[in-house]
C-alpha cells in the first residue's frame, strides 16, 4: 500500500465513526421525528462509507458492492415508509414533536 493510500483510508477510518456518532447524537437529542430520521440517515451514510472504504482497501470491491447496494435499498424502503408514517401523524396530530407520538392509545 501506498503512503497516500494509506492516508486515505485513515480518513475515511475517521470520517465513518464520526458520521455514526453525529446520526446517534441526533437521535438522542431532538424531538423532531423529521430530524430523527435524518439522523438515522447520517449513520446509515457512515456505515456505507465503511463498507465502501474496507471493501476497497482489501483488494474485494465484488463482495462491498452488493452490500452496499443491499443497504442503499434497505435505506429507501425505511425511509418511504417513516415518511408515511409522518404524514399520518401530522395528519392526526398537527405537530411533529415525539411527545405527541407517546400519547397515543392503542
Do not use: C, W
Not at 6 to 14: A, G, M, N, R, S
Not at 80 to 85: C, D, H, L
Amino acid at each position: 500500500m501506498s503512503y497516500e493510500t494509506l492516508v486515505l483510508f485513515k480518513l475515511y477510518l475517521i470520517a465513518a465513526p464520526v458520521l455514526f456518532v453525529i446520526g446517534i447524537y441526533a437521535i438522542m437529542t431532538t424531538k423532531n421525528i423529521i430530524a430523527m430520521l435524518i439522523g438515522l440517515e447520517i449513520m446509515t451514510k457512515g456505515v456505507t462509507i465503511l463498507l465502501a472504504a474496507a471493501g476497497y482497501f482489501n483488494n474485494r470491491p465484488q463482495l462491498a458492492e452488493p452490500l452496499i447496494i443491499t443497504m442503499i435499498v434497505v435505506e429507501v424502503v425505511v425511509l418511504t415508509v417513516s415518511a408515511g408514517y409522518i404524514i399520518n401523524i401530522v395528519k392526526k396530530h398537527n405537530s411533529l414533536d415525539v411527545a405527541n407520538i407517546k400519547n397515543l392509545k392503542g
